[in-house]
């Protein structure tokens, strides 16, 4: 097996085994026991990685990590929602909506202007 290095989304190279797919073909016990005991695999086709194998621990930390971040999301919509139903929101909002198409103007090119 060799070594593939990939870039993780702290921006930090994490190095991990990597086996062409003829060899992994050829040897699936040995590379999946690699998997299981050892971490990740790159399987590779021409030599560009074309599939990760991991073992079902590994799989079940990204699910997890994953359905935490859609909690986190949905913690920050609710409380983006919850400041958009405020009073002064609605106000906003109904002001917006019912400006004429001049004072929208204005205040676009006010924004603009910041």
């Not at 060899?23 to 050892?38: C, I, M, T």
């Not at 958009?84 to 603009?112: D, I, Y």
């Amino acid at each position: 097996m060799s070594t593939l290095t990939f870039r993780n989304k702290l921006g930090e190279l994490v190095d991990i085994q990597s086996v062409p797919a003829t060899r992994l073909k050829n040897e699936f016990a040995s590379v999946l026991d690699q998997a299981v005991r050892g971490g990740p695999v790159a399987i590779t086709k021409h030599d560009a990685p074309r599939a990760i194998l991991i073992s079902v621990e590994e799989f079940e930390a990204l699910v997890a990590e994953r359905a935490r971040s859609l909690e986190k999301l949905g913690e920050q919509f609710e409380g983006l929602l919850a400041r958009m139903q405020s009073p002064k929101a609605k106000k906003g909002m109904e002001a917006a909506f019912n400006a004429s198409p001049k004072a929208l103007g204005r205040a676009a090119v006010k924004a603009a202007r910041r």
